[in-house]
């Protein structure tokens, strides 16, 4: 058997795409973090999902974006409405990409996924890929709690602002601004430390 790193999402990959498709949710929070960025900056997108709406705002907004999921549903989904832009079958927890140098990182959906310890390796991992200057933006809610996922029925768990705030600032990432969607979603965008 394939192990799915997806945590269940490449499993409901057609509803997941059906419920997402058309939804702007969180991209008004997504253009202000771009416009952030320098001017065709780079953007690492961990969880792209089918890219719509994040990635697609972030390449609209001019940026170039490498994208990362561990659903080959969602993937295939994604090389088929952005044929041009890189994108990997792999889980957050070994993405190549994090040997790489980005403007900026988002994860958007995708940290509360995770168990614990990986949320927690995630934000080194990150802080590591970004440049001096560098930003991050992710979400989960703001409160510490667990719940199960309305699309996947598994486990998800937010470490709350106290515990992110901690992990950031230990990675060497400040935190600098949090945002609240339409849809409620809440936003922790960071920013790297100068060396
Ligand atoms: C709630 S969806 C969000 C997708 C997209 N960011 C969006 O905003 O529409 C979560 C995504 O994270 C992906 N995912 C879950 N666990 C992952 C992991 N360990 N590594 C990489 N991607 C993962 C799922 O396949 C799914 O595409």
Redesign the pocket.
Known sequence: MIED???G??AIADA?VAA?SGSTTGRAVIRRWAASLPAGGTVVD????SGEP?TAALIDAGLAVSA????PA?VAAFRRRFPAVEVACE???RSRFFGRRFDGAVA???MF??PENAQRALVGRVAGALKPGGRFLFTAPRQARAWDDVLTGRRSSSLGAAEYGRLLDAAGLDLIAEHVDEGENHHFEARKRAA
């Open positions: 790193r997806s945590n999402y490449d997941f997402r961990i969880g792209c999902g994040v990362l999921d561990a659903s969602l889980p957050a927890e958007i959906g995708l996924l995770l």
